[in-house]
Structure formats: C-alpha cells, structure tokens
C-alpha cells in the first residue's frame, strides 16, 4: 500500500481565528471525500503550527486522485504542503 507524509503550514500570514491543525484536517476531510481506500492519522501535537500527517491509500490511483482533491482543498483553508515524502509501501 503506497503512503505520503505530508507537513502542512499556513500559506499566508493572515489573521485567523482557526489554527493550522483545524484547517488541515478540514481540507484532508475534504480530499479523502468519504473514500474507504484512504486512512490518515496526525503525526505531531496538535499545537504544532506545522502538522504532519500520514496517508495510507490502498493503490497509486487513489493516491493520485487524493493529491488533486488536496490540493483544490487547502487553497480553501489557506494551508499549504510545506514537504511531501511517498512510500512505495507501507
């Protein structure tokens, strides 16, 4: 099973009443859209202004359609992918 491990960071220095670990889980919700092929967990505390999460899919499609629901997702919680590392298998 192909895995990545994501660090997430604010895109912008903007005022926000959230932290960057609310709006990262919001958009990760939001890329794995109800899929039962996707597993995901935090890796870091959850006051880490950086958070790390790992995501298991069950093949390389899912993963790859996964990236692109990620990426049209944190645009809307202003987060970014500071690094990303794949795992050919977990």
Known sequence: ???QV???ERALARASDSTPLSDTM??????????????????TAETNPKPMVTV???????MEAFGA???????????RVATVHTVANL
Do not use: C, H, Q
């Open 1 to 3: 099973m192909p895995g």
């Open 6 to 8: 994501y660090i997430f």
């Open 69 to 79: 629901r990620l990426e049209s997702a944190i645009a809307l919680w202003n987060i």
């Open 26 to 43: 919001n958009a990760i919700t939001v890329a794995v859209s109800g899929s039962t092929d996707i597993r995901y967990e935090l890796l």
């Open 56 to 62: 298991v899919f069950s093949d390389v499609a899912t």
